[in-house]
């Protein structure tokens, strides 16, 4: 499949490396870059609710210090530090570190995070632009805010998450 949008694509394991974090339903996003500008020989950042975390997320069950991003060769990874190992990435229960692919969702506790590239940007990888559609339907929860996040219309959205019919036989 050739297509000009380097995030649509049939081969998810190929994203790149993540280079920041947004935390859903705010405005904030963190960049590597940024966290790791201060302590370049510090290889590790907190993720949690405590005050002095540098990646600050709020949720009832998000922990003051929930879970930790690690440097490793350039690579970015989320290591779970809660008791109760409530951290998740796409879906899956995090029980070793995981590298931080772009589009990747993360999730801590109620608090949900998307990694994105090294310029705040994240992307949805699809197969097609119906699968597309799905899934931003899925991440975003209503035609409205999945037509805003693809910055396409809701119509356009509802239309390509349609099921197709079977051609009607005469």
Request: hydrophobic fraction near 30%; aromatic fraction near 8%; include cysteine.
């Amino acid at each position: 499949m050739t297509t000009s949008d380097p995030y649509m694509t049939s081969f998810p394991d190929q994203r790149p490396p993540a280079g920041g974090l947004h935390v859903t339903g705010t405005r904030r996003t963190y960049l590597f870059e940024e966290l790791f500008k201060e302590r370049e020989e510090q290889r590790t950042r907190a993720i949690g609710s405590g005050a002095r975390c540098p990646v600050h997320v709020r949720g009832e069950q998000v922990l003051p210090v929930h879970a930790y991003l690690e440097r490793r060769r350039g690579v970015m990874y989320l290591v779970d530090h809660s008791p109760d190992h409530s951290v998740f990435a796409d879906g899956w229960h995090v029980v070793r570190p995981v590298p931080l692919l772009v589009g990747m969702v993360l999730q801590l506790g109620d608090a949900q995070l998307v990694a994105t590239d090294h310029t705040g940007r994240f992307g949805i990888y699809a197969g097609s632009v119906s699968d597309l559609c799905r899934k931003a339907l899925e991440r975003w929860g209503s035609l409205r805010t999945a037509g805003r996040g693809l910055r396409r219309s809701h119509t356009f959205v509802r239309n390509q998450c349609k099921p197709r019919s079977e051609p009607s036989k005469k």
